[in-house]
């Protein structure tokens, strides 16, 4: 649907209460000023309505109502097709959701489509019609303010994607027996979303700054200054990928060592375990023998049977043990 339409004439906001296509009559006739009309997730028959005024390239179009494009900018003869790729944070779970801004730019409009609920573009208005010198620039003034609004944003979820960061290197090393192999997974499918958002743009804004684009050879510094937040939150993003790697790695290594010396403490469990049992069976086999009660058994009767008995089990049981003992299982 149309969120918002208006004329901006000399640095002035003028609402649009009628039909669209008097707008874009009314734009052309008097050629100083632009028409800027946003739309949030409209239908085919929303944006016939727009392309029945301006004559758009069906592929641009298509990509516009149906979304999920990279960041890109493309040119159709006098018009400009950029696609941003804005980013909102959500909190809890720390979840990024990625949205789409479709921008169609000419000499006197600029037709926005936005999906998905991140970077309200009602903020980026209000700030260009409180800035003369941006509106004086035209649609060139308005794509600035997105994209500087866009990165804006991306630096803003770089520093909480760092503090996740943080968090999750200090459960790692905390000493605590918890698994967080699924929280860093999670945290780095979302960095390489967020990566997927932004880094397609750099190429894009480089367009623009090396003065490729004629309309906008005008704001090329200021295009020059977006670009560079841009790349500083690449470089972040890069480490951020890099780092929760380094964690995970070092997570899977301090649960291997742990399951390493839980298999040995077992393991010398089981020696000590068996050790004993063999102290046991010693005196019971010899017990066993001559518990059989049979009557013609060698020193049955004799006087000093059973004190020779009781006597070479506990000689039998300490040789056993010095020899467990001895070899480390004791």
Known sequence: MIVDKAIYRNGVRETISGDISDAFGDARARGDCFLWIG???PTQEEFDLITSEVKLHPLAVEDA?????RPKLERYDDTLFVVLKPLLYVEE????????????LGRDFVISVR?????PLAGVRRRIESDRDLLAAGPAGVLYAICDQVVDTYAQISHEVEHDLIVLERRVFSGEQTDVTEDIYSLKREVLEFRAAQDPLIPVLEEIVKGRVELY?????????VLDHLLR?????????ELLTNALNAHLALVGREQSAAAMQQNADMRKISSWAALIAVPTMIAGVYGMNFDHMPELHWLLGYPLSLTIMVIAVLVVFRLLR???WL
């Open 39 to 41: 739309l949030h997730e």
């Open 65 to 69: 109502i149906h979304a999920h494009q």
């Open 93 to 104: 779970g720390s979840d990024i959701e990625v949205g789409e801004i479709n921008l169609f």
């Open 115 to 119: 999906h998905g609920q991140a970077n």
């Open 217 to 225: 050879a005008d704001v090329r510094d200021q295009f020059r200054d």
């Open 233 to 241: 939150v690449d470089a972040a993003v890069d480490e951020h990928n």
């Open 326 to 328: 001895k070899s480390g």
